[in-house]
Nanobody
Framework: QVQLVESGGGLVQAGGSLRLSCVAS????????MGWFRQAPGNEREFVAV????????YYADSVKGRFTISRDNAKNTVYLQMNSLKPEDTAVYYC????????????????WGQGTQVTVST
């Protein structure tokens, strides 16, 4: 069992930055690929970024490529999402998720989810 707790969300002006963190419980964090997803009101949950177990493979949604960076610190059981040049359309609840094994862009393939953290980008 893995428990995930996100933090770092908030209100920011367009063009600003936020850094989300997700801390995982348990001793097997390094065996999980970690993903970030987001969900805006009325929309389906969508893929944002994913990082492999060792951190050497990263994938991003086209909408955030070049602006967001995913990273992880296995010694701290933590995955991060650095978000720069934020836009109003980035407004959503952001979730981190864990899956055993390889990376995936598909939400349904993740085994564990955090409770989410709200990110609001104002104009």
């Amino acid at each position: 069992q893995v428990q995930l707790v996100e933090s770092g969300g908030g209100l920011v002006q367009a063009g600003g930055s936020l850094r989300l963190s997700c801390v995982a419980s348990g001793r097997t964090f390094s065996s999980y690929a970690m993903g970030w997803f987001r969900q805006a009101p009325g929309n389906e949950r969508e893929f944002v970024a994913v990082i492999s177990t060792s951190g050497d493979i990263r994938y991003y949604a086209d909408s955030v490529k070049g602006r967001f960076t995913i990273s992880r610190d296995n010694a701290k059981n933590t995955v991060y999402l650095q978000m720069n040049s934020l836009k109003p359309e980035d407004t959503a609840v952001y979730y981190c998720a864990a899956r055993s094994g390889v990376t995936s862009r598909t939400a349904g393939r993740y085994d564990y989810w955090g409770q989410g953290t709200q990110v609001t980008v104002s104009t």
